[in-house]
């Protein structure tokens, strides 16, 4: 049902290919861009994209990913479980696609303001820098 292949850089891809985290506690992640550490899932249209990407973001929000974590130092995901992981939620989706579609806006819509949260709390930062920047004390040369 799904093609997830270990990504080679170099390679180039179809507009329908998302790429997964492999590494670390974040494993699992769907990403838009490529990494040295990750997967490739490949689809064939969008509507399956837009499926197992949101199954995957989905499962790695959820920490659905987390049992199948192995190695002492630095966790990894077998491509093997991350594979059987997506295609069984996602038969699960297949099944109430009205629940799961809602479940996606949702996800869409809380990502979205997180986004924008972030985007803010840069803004607040960088004013706090700015309303005392003329009270630093500066070496000489930086006047």
């Known amino acids: 049902m799904i093609k997830i292949t270990t990504y080679t850089p170099g390679t180039s891809y179809s507009e329908f290919t998302f790429f997964i985290l492999n590494k670390g506690m974040n494993s699992g992640k769907p990403l838009e861009k490529p990494c040295p550490n990750c997967f490739t899932c490949h689809t064939t249209s969008q509507a399956e994209y837009d499926l197992f990407y949101w199954v995957c973001f989905g499962l790695w929000q959820?920490?659905?990913f987390h049992p199948y974590l192995i190695g002492s130092v630095i966790p990894y995901?077998?491509?093997d479980n991350l594979n059987q992981a997506i295609?069984?939620?996602a038969k699960k989706a297949l099944a109430n696609p009205v629940s799961f579609n809602k479940s996606v806006e949702a996800l869409k819509l809380l990502d979205q303001h997180e986004k924008q949260f972030h985007h803010n709390l840069m803004l607040i930062k960088e004013a706090k820098k700015a309303i005392f920047?003329?009270?630093r004390n500066r070496p000489s040369f930086y006047r």
């Open 62 to 64: 959820s920490k659905a």
């Open 77 to 79: 995901i077998r491509i």
């Open 87 to 89: 295609t069984q939620a």
């Open 133 to 135: 920047a003329n009270y």
